[in-house]
């Protein structure tokens, strides 16, 4: 391209305001459940310390494991929700949460 061309090669997506407040809420129930998996996660760890609440390490790990396959479910809900609202327009983004 030589310097004083003026075209533009931008790309604009159009996303309604529905669009966005469900990305948004999908969003925030994502990262309050990763959070809550890695605090499940660290307790359980500390616990492992001692042998008396070996058993609660064990079911807080097994709780933070069940939040952690939660996740794509929560993606994929997002994903069909979206889909449903205009089947023809919703672009899903690259962001992974």
Do not use: C, K
């Not at 030589?2 to 309604?16: K, R, Y």
Request: proline fraction near 2%; aromatic fraction near 10%.
């Amino acid at each position: 391209m030589a310097p004083d061309d003026t075209s533009t090669h931008d790309l604009t997506l159009t996303i309604g305001r529905e669009q966005l407040r469900i990305r948004g809420v999908y969003e925030s129930l994502s990262i309050a459940n990763d959070f809550l998996a890695g605090i499940l996660f660290l307790v359980g760890s500390i616990l492992f310390f001692r042998e008396s609440t070996m058993v609660a390490a064990t079911w807080l790990f097994v709780l933070g494991s069940v939040l952690f396959v939660l996740r794509p479910s929560i993606r994929l809900v997002r994903r069909v929700h979206l889909g449903r609202i205009d089947a023809g327009r919703a672009s899903e983004s690259a962001r992974d949460f």
